[in-house]
């Protein structure tokens, strides 16, 4: 899933006090990819036993409890001040409640390969936004041609040559909807709390605290309390939540930590490619050539929009 980490501008600490790592760095990359991949698996399993609203509020509750977790072990603190938790609650609606919520109602209806497939679709929105939003973000030729290149790609896994034929075209926009969130989410937290001074598993820990209070507001107005609680779709919810949201955002705060932000943004590359490997492997779901074609192009167009200028 694509990353819903709140920016807090801390300094890392000295190179002598850092905790040595028991886990090379590649092997956490690909644990973090594989949890995100098989995220999208888990939200159609989860589906199919409980209503989209369920799903990403058991997913908000179980992963809020890993952070909180890792917040008392830690011995980390909420961040203070109204106006910040005025700004996370904005953030917790656009990076958490929202798109989570999309997601699990697109794949009611779409494969959760094309789900994984649009996810990857939010550099490519994140680009064309930032063009509007962020003065100090200036494209490039390459940049663009990047935005262009990917918006091809989804063209073509959506098959626009045959008139969108058997394409689900709600749940594909919901999924799409889902994917532009995250940047706005993005963008919005860059102008609002770039400099908090709390720490950015603080951070994440009350907003997805908040986002968990916004669906637990909103669940009981649109779904009927469950007469049934079938185990498999549970564990995949639980699962869902504990990995794909909690210990996700740990072993990325890990990865930021240890080799940049830039590298470990490349995750989001890899995740489609799980995605779709296991939606076919596992829920056995059909996968046509324009598929894995326009997968590939969609990436390589959003590996070309976070291609920076040569200083």
Known sequence: MTAVTAPARTSPPPAATRPRRTLDWRLRFGVLSSIWGF?????KVGTDGYAPFQVTLGRLLFGTAVLA??????????PLGARTWAHLTVAAFLLNALPFSLFAYAELTIPST??????????????????????????????????????????????????????????????LLASLSYPIGWI???????????????MTGAQLALAT???????????????????????????LG?????????????????????????????????ATAAGVAILGESLSW?????AAIVLAGAALTQARRRP
Not at 39 to 43: D, G, K, M, P
Not at 216 to 235: D, G, M
């Open 290 to 294: 324009s598929t894995p074609v326009g």
């Open 188 to 202: 919005y937290l860059r102008r609002t709390l770039a400099d908090t001074g709390s720490s950015a598993l603080s």
């Open 114 to 175: 094309l789900a994984g497939i649009c996810n990857a679709t939010s550099p490519l929105w994140g680009m064309a936004l930032s063009l509007v939003a962020l003065s100090e973000d200036r494209p490039t030729r390459l940049r663009v041609a990047g935005l262009g290149l990917g918006f091809l790609g989804v063209l073509t896994v959506l098959g626009a040559w045959q008139g969108f034929h058997g394409l689900d075209a709600r749940g594909t926009a919901l999924a």
């Open 69 to 78: 977790v890792a917040m008392v072990v830690k011995r980390e603190r909420l």
């Open 213 to 239: 209070l916004q669906l637990a507001v909103v669940t009981p107005l649109f779904t009927t309390f469950p007469s049934r609680f079938p185990l498999v779709p549970l564990l995949a919810t639980a699962a």
């Open 242 to 274: 504990a990995l794909g949201t909690g210990l996700a955002l740990l072993i990325q705060y890990g990865l930021v930590a240890e080799v940049g932000p830039t590298t470990a943004q490349m995750v989001t590359y890899f995740i489609p490619v799980i």
């Open 39 to 43: 995220s999208f698996l888990l939200i």
